[in-house]
Every structure is written in C-alpha cells, then in structure tokens.
Nanobody, 120 residues
Framework: VQLVESGGGLVQPGGSLRLSCAASGFTFSSYAMSWYRQGPGKGHELVAA????????TYAEAVKGRFTISRDNAKNTLYLQMNSLKPEDTAVYVCGRHRTWDISSEINYWGQGTQVTVSS
C-alpha cells in the first residue's frame, strides 16, 4: 500500500489549494479514505472522510463549508479542495486509508503528508 500526497504549499489567507493523494497497491474503490492534519503544537485532527463510493462524506466543524473531499476511483486518487483558507489551517495534511469501506473503521495506512502554510 502506498499513499502519496501532493499539492501543499504557501498560500495567503482567503486563498485556495487542492491536495491530492495518489493511492496504489490496493483496490482503491473498496476502501473509505480520510484526510487528517497536524498543526504546530496540535494533535492529529480528522479533517474529512469519504466512503468508498463517495456518496457519504463527513467534515470537521472547523472546515465545513470551506473544504470538500472527493475521490476519483478511476484514477485511484483522493482530493481535498480547500477554499477560504485561514492561518489556523496551517498544518501537515495526511491522507489515510480505512480498514474497510466504512468511514467508522480505523485507519490502517497513512501517507507521508504535505505541508500547507497559510500566511500573508
């Protein structure tokens, strides 16, 4: 199993970024996926999760209405569209594969992460 994130960078407050997580080594369409983040001095925080078919999604309160999780099962890729970014969104963003199709199952594989910095 390999998960490789990309798309992070430095952006001004109010800006947008789209993160990608390229998956390989397993049947991507059979598993729920999530984005987590860890900011400076903060713990690991769930950002968003999506079921294997993409019909059910869930978001942290802090990002609702600003972030959108999606997936392209034909491309084995998970996305996180981040709009209206705030300095408090600064973190390393990591994608994770759940143990099953269900977003309530535990994460058993993690990517290396991509840094997002929101600053003027």
């Amino acid at each position: 199993v390999q998960l490789v994130e990309s798309g992070g960078g430095l952006v001004q407050p109010g800006g947008s970024l789209r993160l990608s997580c390229a998956a390989s080594g397993f049947t991507f369409s059979s598993y729920a996926m999530s984005w987590y983040r860890q900011g400076p001095g903060k713990g690991h925080e769930l950002v968003a999760a999506i079921t294997m078919g993409g019909r059910i999604t869930t978001y942290a309160e802090a990002v609702k209405g600003r972030f959108t999780i999606s997936r392209d099962n034909a491309k084995n890729t998970l996305y996180l569209q981040m709009n209206s970014l705030k300095p408090e969104d600064t973190a390393v963003y990591v994608c994770g594969r759940h143990r099953t199709w269900d977003i309530s199952s535990e994460i058993n594989y993690w990517g290396q992460g991509t840094q997002v910095t929101v600053s003027s």
